[in-house]
């Protein structure tokens, strides 16, 4: 007997419907603008280092840190975001609004394992963050979209999608939006918007799951301060929010946070299969944070991603056809780029990889396959290259798409 006759027949329905995995994690190529992960060279390395040998050396703490976890999370480090939440966002929450988990992929698996039963509706943005669409379809989720615009999420298109949907008797479970450096548009909506997006909320009582991984990593503090979350925006408590250590800290230690009303953290937490999510990393963190560590090393992030994103924007002017455009993020990892629908996508990567540059197609990024006609998209991240490798990439991607849009006409 095979493996392939033993396993496939038990298969759950869920196992079997589970499709491939969107991307593997990697860059390919030394000239990849594809995926968003932080530049290993801003790792805290001598901070965690230090941290590490002084949990280690150290009886108590070493066998405090190696000992199974508590599940809500090890303590020191949920005040530190208590506090930290406090210093720079203003926002005033308790150790029962936080639950520890398993990167903020595991905050947002969890909120779906609260909230979704086999073929309920969740909203989305279309596009949104490909992970996120895996983690909610395979929590049985039936997902419908609500479009982006120029200045992110259509609170007007959302509210209409709502009342078709209200009209049809189909109450979404959800909205999961990423109001803040969106991946992958990079879009930050307007204080307004998000004031309007939860009052249509409220008037369609709908939960909203709000993304906010990228926060921290704002480029243009000295233009005005980002708007509040749609959490701290909120009055009725119906938004969890969702943030993580792996884009300021290391995406390998594997923490992020649920942020919500302590009665939705504490269902959370019940739904939690790992129990104490990776005690050591917690300890790390929660060690290496002590004193204004994790402040520091935001604002280093910041100093160094600024240039990453500008050299982006600059290459993007200098070297792209006119017949595209694209987005101006103030934060986060990603440009998104937008080029005439005349361009033929799979002739494009073709002709980018000729050019030994990839980017992810934004096509990926849209929960239902795009139609004929619509535009061509690209996510570009600038988090991992450096602002000369970015030049480069943008350089040799502009020559692509000219190739591309020549064959084209
Ligand atoms: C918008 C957004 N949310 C969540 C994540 C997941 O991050 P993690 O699970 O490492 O916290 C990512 C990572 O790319 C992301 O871009």
Redesign the pocket.
Known sequence: MTNKDMFEPRWSRRAAEVGTLPFTGGARLPLSLAY?LPDPELFPRAGFAAASARILSDPAASAAALQYGSIAGHPPLIEMLVERLAQTEGLHVSPANLLIT???????GLAARLLVDDGDVVLVEAPS?V??LSILRRSGAQLYTVPVVASGLDVAGTESVLQTLHRQGVQPKALYT?PTF??PTGLTLSLDSRVALLEVARRYNLVIIE?D??RDLYYDSAEGSLPDSLYALDEDGRVIR?G????TLA?GL???WALARPEVIERMMLLKEEGGTVNIAQHLVAEFGRDGALDAQVQTLVEAYRPKRDAMLNALESYLPDEAAWTRPAGG?FVWVTLPPSIDPPELARCALEQGVDYMPGAICFPEPLQPGNPTYLRLAFSLLSPEEIVEAVKRLGKAMRQTLGSAK
């Open positions: 968003g398993h990167g903020s992929s595991g905050a947002i963050f992970g996120a990423m969106h991946n993304d991984a990228y969702t993580t250590f792996s884009k995406p594997r923490l992020g990892f």
